[in-house]
């Protein structure tokens, strides 16, 4: 089975973690290796912060409650996104309320954020969906105008930018998912960057049980969302080759839209002139051109030993989400689609050339071949 994604470590990195290992880095407390990952990869984000978590899940955990978002506070986010995201409100006692996706690049549709802004909005995340960052020049504004807290959802962005900036360095704070899948991986782990010296230490303080004066007096309720100093030790050398990670990503990327060119009744992922797409999944969607409904196409693919997965089932239709009170029943009519006719190709960064042009030559005949 061609994996859609795989985790490609070199005997740099292998090193790094013994090095680190060996210096006793085995907790999330001290070491040279987290403090070291966490500005190297703040820096790489264009953020002076960088608070190294236990997940992307807890890292967005973080940040909204060190945003001070609680109990009935609205939070707008992308419809289509890992439901992390809507977790991050939901334990923090806030509302979800789902935007509908935009049909090009997939990301929350901008021009519907200003209609359903209530009293009750304090924030909004916007998941750069794939890789595609969102308009965050255009998402500020909105914010600023609104008064706004953003947080910005990157697990799937690293390196992606909006005219020539990081995603990560808009919002007041931004989160990474260095999960297994991910850009840069260092098995479970996230990161909160963020420019705000006030909110870093927020952050700080919650991330490590928020500790006070005496150490053993607590102040507020923290958490352990502490990532180890060897997980830390794993991701540095990939956050120092990045751009050639994404450079890869981009390759396949390239090498899949040509293959696929010209397929009736696919829809390849686009790139927006103002962006740089780090195309974390080759993402794409059937429509009913291609004569095979998306699940038909999968199973197809299944058969000939090529792994895809469908994109996210919208925040709109998650039964506890509306099942919390003061939840918005609002329509999210290009989410639902997106849920039923898209899916991901094998996108490692080891993928050759070859399998993409097999993968892509399988792709063709499943219009024909039962
Ligand atoms: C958009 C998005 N947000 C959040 C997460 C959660 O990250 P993690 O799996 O590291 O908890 C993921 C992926 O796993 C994701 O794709």
Redesign the pocket.
């Known amino acids: 089975m061609i994996p859609v994604a795989e985790p490609v470590l070199t005997d740099e990195d292998l090193q790094s973690v013994q090095d680190a290992l060996k210096r006793g880095e085995i907790s999330g407390s001290f070491g040279i290796a987290l403090k070291q990952f966490e500005e190297e990869m703040a820096a790489y984000a264009g953020c002076k912060h960088g608070i190294a978590v236990s ?6 955990h973080l940040a909204v409650d060190a945003a001070g978002i609680g109990d009935g506070d609205e939070v707008m986010m992308s419809s289509s ?2 439901i ?2 809507a977790l991050a409100a939901y334990h923090n006692g806030a509302v979800t309320v789902p935007i509908d996706s935009e049909d090009t690049t997939w990301n929350l549709d901008l021009d519907l954020v200003e209609p359903l802004i209530t009293p009750k909005t304090k924030a909004i995340i916007p ?1 750069h ?1 794939f890789g595609h960052p969102v308009d965050m020049d255009r998402l500020m504004a909105i914010a600023k105008k609104h008064n706004l807290v953003v947080i910005e ?1 990157c ?2 962005s690293h390196g992606a930018t909006v005219r020539g900036r990081m995603t990560g360095s808009f919002g007041d704070m931004g ?1 990474f ?3 297994a ?2 850009i840069v991986t260092t098995g ?3 990161m909160v960057v963020t420019n705000d010296d006030k909110l870093a230490e927020r952050l700080r303080l919650l991330r490590n049980l928020a500790f006070g004066t005496p150490r053993f007096l607590h102040q507020v309720a923290g958490y352990n969302f502490r990532m180890t100093g060897y997980q830390a030790a794993l991701g540095l050398p990939q956050v120092r080759r990045l751009e050639s990670i994404v450079a890869e990503k981009r390759r396949i990327a390239q090498t899949y839209n040509k293959a696929l060119e010209g397929v009736a009744g696919l829809r390849l992922p686009v790139e927006l002139p103002w962006a740089r797409n780090v195309y974390w999944m080759y993402a794409i969607t059937v429509e009913p051109a291609f004569g095979k409904t998306r699940d038909q196409l999968m199973q197809y693919l299944a058969k000939h030993g090529i792994e895809t997965r469908t994109f996210f089932c919208g925040m709109n239709q998650q039964p506890f989400l509306r099942a919390q009170p003061g939840y918005r029943d609002i329509p999210n009519p290009v989410a639902d689609r997106l849920w039923t006719t898209g899916l991901y190709l094998p996108s490692a960064v080891n993928l050759q050339q070859a399998s993409i042009e097999q993968i892509s030559e399988r792709i063709r005949l499943a219009r024909t071949e039962a």
């Open positions: 997940s992307g899940t807890t890292a967005l996104t890992n992390a995201t998941v969906l959802d697990a799937e989160c998912s260095f999960y899948n991910k479970e782990g996230g």
